[in-house]
């Protein structure tokens, strides 16, 4: 029988790669998400838990007829993240969608994306399982400040709940709000890739 703690970790997949992607430019390393070893990466950061599920939450991206091109790369970029985690043992959660839109850059058009829907569903989702006493120990990785109601909702239903940063970016919010915080360091995130 183990002795660590059961937990779920929730991972907010866009915010998640906004910030490996920010750490990689710092460190001048080109290098794609979908060459990441996510469990690599958790593994010391989280070796007193025993996660039970990995969920990795993301929007899903759909054909728009203006933006043909590049929503069918963005596309096929899910598809090959999502196959990528699976086999690394993680749940590929949908919530919400990516809007495109055109936008004026310096007099010049482009098309840009965003995902609306995603937080809102990871927070459901923590909430619940908090409620139905389905989960003890919560690791949310995210530096969303708009989760810290759920965070605070989360510890009155009496679930511990851990956030997991960023150690050059953490969000001093969630280390507040959350039970305890593991932040992850550079070095940690550069030895996870391939």
Same mark, same amino acid.
């Given at each position: 029988?183990?002795?660590? %703690? /059961? $937990?779920i970790?929730?991972?907010? #997949?866009? @915010?998640?790669?906004?910030y490996?992607?920010?750490?990689?430019? *710092?460190?001048?390393?080109?290098?794609?998400?979908?060459?990441?070893?996510?469990?690599?990466?958790?593994?010391?950061?989280?070796?007193?838990?025993?996660?039970?599920?990995?969920?990795?939450?993301?929007?899903?991206?759909?054909?728009?007829?203006?933006?043909?091109?590049?929503?069918?790369e963005?596309?096929?970029?899910?598809?090959?993240?999502?196959?990528?985690?699976? %086999? /690394? $043992?993680?749940?590929?959660?949908? #919530?919400? @969608?990516?809007?495109?839109?055109?936008?004026s850059?310096?007099? *010049?058009?482009?098309?840009?994306?965003?995902?609306?829907?995603?937080?809102?569903?990871?927070a459901?989702?923590?909430?619940?399982?908090?409620?139905?006493?389905?989960?003890?120990?919560?690791?949310?990785?995210?530096?969303?400040?708009?989760?810290?109601?759920?965070?605070?909702?989360?510890?009155?239903?009496?679930a511990?709940?851990?956030?997991?940063?960023f150690?050059?970016?953490?969000?001093?919010?969630?280390?507040?709000?959350? @039970?305890?915080?593991?932040?992850?360091?550079?070095?940690?995130?550069?030895k996870?890739?391939?």
């Amino acid at each position: 029988m183990s002795s660590k %703690k /059961q $937990g779920i970790l929730y991972i907010d #997949g866009e @915010n998640l790669k906004h910030y490996i992607k920010k750490i990689l430019e *710092k460190h001048s390393k080109i290098k794609s998400f979908v060459e990441i070893d996510l469990n690599l990466l958790l593994a010391s950061a989280l070796e007193t838990i025993d996660i039970r599920d990995r969920r990795f939450y993301s929007a899903k991206v759909r054909l728009h007829p203006s933006f043909e091109k590049k929503s069918n790369e963005l596309i096929q970029k899910q598809r090959k993240l999502k196959t990528l985690l699976e %086999k /690394q $043992g993680f749940y590929f959660v949908i #919530g919400g @969608n990516v809007r495109g839109q055109k936008v004026s850059v310096n007099g *010049k058009e482009k098309i840009v994306f965003h995902e609306k829907g995603v937080d809102v569903k990871l927070a459901v989702d923590m909430v619940s399982d908090a409620c139905d006493k389905k989960v003890e120990t919560i690791i949310l990785c995210s530096s969303d400040s708009d989760l810290q109601p759920a965070v605070s909702e989360v510890k009155k239903r009496g679930a511990e709940i851990i956030y997991l940063g960023f150690e050059s970016q953490p969000n001093k919010g969630l280390i507040y709000t959350c @039970n305890r915080s593991i932040l992850i360091r550079d070095a940690e995130i550069l030895k996870a890739f391939k």
